[in-house]
């Protein structure tokens, strides 16, 4: 198996994020034509971690994001259940706390973190309702939550040619920066099915979570969607 399927079955896109943790941040650097450290950024202003506060980072990956949440003075959690991502992870960043978790059965206490965050990552559990319910769970009433992922450009014309960049050379890009290229056909197929951002808005309503709101980015190509525990 090289590649997740729509349904994301959990083990399946475990084992896909396993073959492709070498080359992943490389390969997303170059298919996102080198917007995703704007994107973090971003992500990172939203957070605004604080000295000293608890922050889970969600699907951390091999700690891209986790890492640029570390100059505050925050203590940063950075989790994911590919453990090919993680060992990737400990190699690049070996002052992160890393640990192996579940989205859908975070293995920490109600009520532990200040805030939690997760990005690109959401699209990526099968049960997404599950997974926004597991991070307020863990956080703090008040707590904030910021979510960063791929969205739905905004201005047609530049829709149309974002999504036949997605679906026709993507993946000839990936071929030649991936150690795993047909993950990104999952990647690219995934990317088209994920609601549009009101949508995703409405679904963390339902989650026990308050005050939704997002911000387009790169024209809608990644919205960050932040809320405040209830």
Not at 39 to 63: C, F, H, M, Q, S
Not at 105 to 123: E, M, Q, Y
Not at 171 to 200: G, H, M, V
Request: charged share 25%; proline share 3%; hydrophobic share 40%.
């Amino acid at each position: 198996m090289s590649k997740a399927s729509l349904t994301k079955n959990p083990a399946e896109v475990a084992e896909m994020f396993n073959r492709v943790a070498r080359k992943y941040d490389l390969t997303n650097d170059v298919l996102a034509l080198g917007f995703t450290y704007s994107w973090r950024k971003k992500t990172a202003k939203e957070l605004n971690p604080k000295y000293g506060e608890l922050i889970l980072d969600v699907a951390a990956g091999t700690g891209t994001s986790s890492n640029a949440f570390t100059k505050s003075g925050a203590n940063i959690i950075s989790c994911d259940f590919s453990m090919g991502m993680l060992t990737e992870g400990k190699k690049r960043y070996s002052k992160l706390n890393f640990t192996a978790a579940d989205a859908l059965k975070l293995p920490f206490a109600d009520n532990t973190f200040d805030s939690v965050t997760i990005s690109f990552g959401i699209r990526n559990v099968n049960n997404v309702k599950q997974a926004l319910s597991e991070m307020s769970r863990v956080t703090k009433s008040g707590g904030k939550i910021v979510i960063c992922e791929f969205s739905t450009p905004v201005i047609p014309v530049f829709k149309f040619i974002y999504m036949e960049y997605l679906m026709k050379t993507l993946p000839n890009i990936a071929k030649k920066t991936s150690s795993n290229p047909d993950a990104y056909e999952y990647l690219a197929e995934s990317i088209r099915a994920w609601p549009k951002q009101d949508e995703f808005a409405s679904q963390i309503a339902q989650s026990n979570w308050d005050d939704v709101k997002w911000k387009n980015l790169t024209g809608g190509i990644v919205s960050i969607h932040t809320a405040k525990k209830r």
